[in-house]
């Protein structure tokens, strides 16, 4: 022992590790894809997003551009050209070991509605599991939240609900979260919720899904450099997220 360790007293103990995201191997909610909606724009800032996820940890991105009826008319052909186009040029900017894969994030409306009806294919993903990422209008109720859900699920999909904790209409209706996921909704939730990038409120109702174990699955929903410089700087040093990777977390298996 050192003399200088003899006065103070032994060695600070080194700085605990910073959580890593590797773990969960895939983000699965993100706009990366460019041109599509109100993401990347440029394949440019594509390339700059995928080098910041694969920083963080991440192996595979399923990319979900908005499909919205009234702003986002994207079609499963036009979001794989786009698919493919990013795979081209993530090659040509030397981006190896990350697995670039899509799906969608539908908006309840109208033209979900129809797609539905009609019986045209939405994109999905998990394989065979058939995920389909879908959200709604944060501030008003959708009123045909539970037919479109059984929609879904008649139709041979597994619902999941993109940050539900950011939905406004359901702050104070915790026991609502609970009965969405009983009855076969899975539930997604935002990493830059764990420290109130959103709201207090997306925070709180954040915490109080991961304390009652019931998220299913975790995306950066990433639609710029500052979302993801965000969840480096704040994210990877919150209380929760120790927490919230501690829960058999669907990502590593898709």
Not at 72 to 83: F, Q, V
Not at 84 to 91: K, N, Q, V
Not at 179 to 202: F, K, P, T
Request: proline content about 5%; overall charge negative.
């Amino acid at each position: 022992m050192s003399f200088l360790q003899k006065l103070f007293g032994s060695a600070a103990k080194e700085p605990a590790a910073v959580p890593s995201l590797a773990g969960l191997g895939t983000d699965m909610h993100s706009h990366v894809l460019p041109g599509l909606d109100d993401g990347a724009e440029t394949p440019e800032q594509s390339v700059a997003l995928l080098r910041q996820l694969q920083e963080l940890g991440y192996r595979k991105l399923v990319m979900t551009p908005h499909v919205m009826g009234d702003f986002y008319r994207n079609t499963p052909e036009g979001i794989r050209k786009a698919l493919d186009a990013l795979r081209a040029t993530a090659a040509q900017a030397g981006i190896t070991g990350l697995e670039l894969d899509c799906a969608a994030e539908y908006y309840l409306d109208e033209w979900l509605g129809r797609k539905l009806e009609q019986k045209e294919p939405l994109l999905s993903f998990g394989g065979e599991r058939r995920y389909v990422l879908f959200e709604t209008s944060y501030i008003n109720e959708p009123f045909n939240f539970a037919e479109t859900v059984f929609n879904l699920q008649a139709a041979g999909y597994q619902p999941v609900l993109a940050h539900p904790e950011r939905y406004t209409y359901l702050y104070g209706r915790f026991e609502e979260l609970i009965r969405i996921r009983e009855n076969g909704v899975l539930l997604q939730v935002n990493l830059n919720s764990l420290v109130g990038y959103y709201s207090a409120g997306a925070k709180r109702v954040a915490e109080k899904l991961i304390d009652a174990g019931l998220v299913d699955m975790v995306g950066s929903d990433a639609h710029n450099g500052k979302h993801l410089e965000h969840i480096r700087s704040k994210v990877l040093r919150s209380d929760y997220l120790p927490r919230l990777l501690s829960l058999p977390l669907l990502n590593s298996s898709l």
